[in-house]
């Protein structure tokens, strides 16, 4: 009898080994897709910010220090891409895939999307992927670096 006492112990051991961590990884899981979901929505503002020429809803998505390196290779502070907003012949804008990797108080998200510009009567298409990096700062999620490239 001590000895199918002591198995039962054993596979009892085994078992709650091998739920209890299962178990605490889901509120993790949980937490990263809140987060995803949240910061997809970000871009989704920031698109619109960009489209509607709203310099300030822009300022309002990115941290101070927040720098970019633009399709021509150059950098961009905060300021200078808000003024580029203001000036923007953006007609429409529409946010492709879109990808989030949650770590901890830091995510990257990377997506794509199609831009549509008038400019001095010519129109262009151009198709666009980025990289954009979110630190969560005081409870609020902003953008501190992104780049963008031109897909030709």
Request: charged fraction near 25%; proline fraction near 3%.
């Amino acid at each position: 009898m001590p000895r199918r006492f002591i198995a039962q112990i054993c596979l009892l051991s085994l078992v709650l080994f091998a739920v209890v961590p299962a178990r605490a990884k889901q509120p993790k899981a949980d937490q990263d897709a809140a987060i995803s979901k949240l910061l997809q929505a970000v871009e989704q503002t920031w698109l619109n910010a960009e489209k509607n020429h709203d310099a300030a809803a822009f300022e309002k998505l990115v941290a101070d220090d927040w720098i970019a390196i633009g399709p021509d290779g150059k950098s961009q502070t905060k300021a200078e891409r808000a003024a580029e907003i203001k000036a923007a012949h953006i007609a429409s804008a529409t946010l492709g895939n879109i990808k989030v990797r949650v770590f901890g108080d830091a995510a990257v998200v990377t997506g794509t999307d199609d831009e549509i510009t008038i400019e001095d009567g010519k129109k262009s298409t151009d198709h666009y992927v980025w990289t954009d990096v979110f630190v969560k700062r005081n409870g609020k999620w902003l953008a501190v670096a992104s780049q963008t490239a031109q897909i030709k």
